[in-house]
């Protein structure tokens, strides 16, 4: 789960992580409110949506007094703002932070999260702040600093010192160092965060730390035990698709492909989606519907993947562990009949009574294609797609 800045940074100064001083506006009257309030000189009015690079898309604007904050407020709120990470589409704006403008002298980057590779957690350092890090990796990985430290050992002040030098700070700066990401890493254990991004960290004129942006991202897994996180969920920034499958339990990701996947297990789903990409084809998504699915469970599912325009075929990859394949395959039927299912359907069915759901598919009477093999599905939806019977 994904926050917006205002709300990561009222969570790090919970933990004593030092960030500017500012106040959320939903109207440009509110910001020119929250400017006369901080009495700074300069403010900053930024965008608040989940994604980065709201910068370079307009998002984020200087402004000198009130009135300009008020005039810039009235320019973000209300825009679709694109940036890299959103797509085309891009995102509407619904609300700006106004935080008062720092004197910055240096940005760095500095990031928490769990290295999987290693299995343990990793504190990640480097002096090109601003940059996406995935740039700073692709193109001066060796500016990428990495201190490696067991979960049950916790984060050791002399790795935070040896990162603080290694990015060229002095002793004053690294002692701050030190204190600032103390705060970041009770902040990732207590909160069960599973990133803690601050890009940039700027060192100011005067010697000062600060968290000029703060990326959270949480463990949903996990908001069980954090209900004060779970409430921070913002509804208008989450795929629609996406927030109606979690209410019925199911697992699913929009994508940019035109074939849609109803698959059971996610290892089924990986290797369903890399199967159509190897077809020639794309999916238009991963759906998990679980161990568990039945004919409720396929009928929504079918809802979901169908409210995607772009869908020219569906392929339905199940195999029967706990879950029977003669139910999945009435469940299909059913689901087929009742939602006048038009494009081109395509259905592999392995494991138990597979059998006997392909003879449902089969005495159906409905327009559905049966497969054998993952390649033979992948195949299938793929060519129902290019020979134009699903365009």
């Known amino acids: 789960m994904n926050v917006h800045e205002y709300q990561a940074k009222a969570l790090l100064r919970e933990f004593g992580v030092a960030v500017p001083e500012g106040a959320l506006a939903t109207t440009p009257a509110e910001a020119a409110q929250a400017a006369r309030a901080l009495g700074s000189d300069r403010v900053v009015v930024k965008a608040q949506i989940h994604a980065g690079g709201r910068g370079k898309g307009g ?168 209900p004060e996180i779970a409430e921070l969920r913002d509804p208008d920034e989450e795929d629609e698709r996406e927030r109606a499958a979690k209410e019925i339990d199911l697992a699913y990701v929009g994508l940019d492909g035109n074939i849609g996947c109803m698959v059971n297990g996610a290892g089924l789903a990986m290797a369903t989606l890399d199967m159509i990409a190897v077809c020639g084809g794309s999916p238009a998504n991963f759906l998990d519907a679980g161990g568990g699915a039945d004919k409720e469970k396929v009928k929504e599912a079918f809802k979901l993947i169908l409210r995607d325009e772009k869908v020219a075929a569906i392929l339905v990859n199940i195999f029967g562990g706990i879950v029977r394949c003669d139910l999945i395959a009435e469940g299909v039927v059913a689901a087929a009949d009742d939602l006048g299912i038009s494009v081109p359907l395509v259905v592999r069915l392995q494991g138990t009574n597979a059998a006997e759901g392909r003879a449902i598919l089969a005495k159906s009477g409905l327009d559905i294609t049966s497969a054998e093999t993952l390649e033979e599905a992948g195949e299938r939806a793929v060519a129902a797609v290019t020979s134009g019977k699903g365009a």
């Open 59 to 226: 998002g984020i604007k200087l402004a000198a007094t009130p009135e300009e904050a008020e005039a810039v407020a009235a320019e973000i709120l209300g825009m679709t703002l694109v940036t890299h990470q959103t797509g085309p589409e891009g995102k509407l704006v619904r609300k700006v932070y106004v935080e008062e403008a720092s004197e910055i002298e240096t940005e760095l980057y500095l990031a928490m999260l769990l290295d999987r590779a290693s299995e343990k957690f990793a504190l990640i350092a480097s002096t090109e702040g601003g940059m996406d890090i995935e740039v700073v990796a692709a193109e001066t990985p060796e500016k990428i600093l990495t201190e490696l430290f067991d979960p049950n050992l916790g984060l050791r002040g002399y790795q935070v010192r040896r990162l603080g030098f290694g990015l060229g700070l002095d002793a004053a700066k690294v002692k701050k160092l030190e204190a600032f990401a103390m705060g970041l890493y009770r902040l990732f254990v207590e909160k069960d965060a599973s990133l803690v991004e601050i890009n940039p960290l700027v060192v100011t004129k005067s010697g000062d730390l600060f968290a000029l942006d703060g990326k959270l991202n949480f463990d949903d897994n996990a908001l069980y035990r954090q």
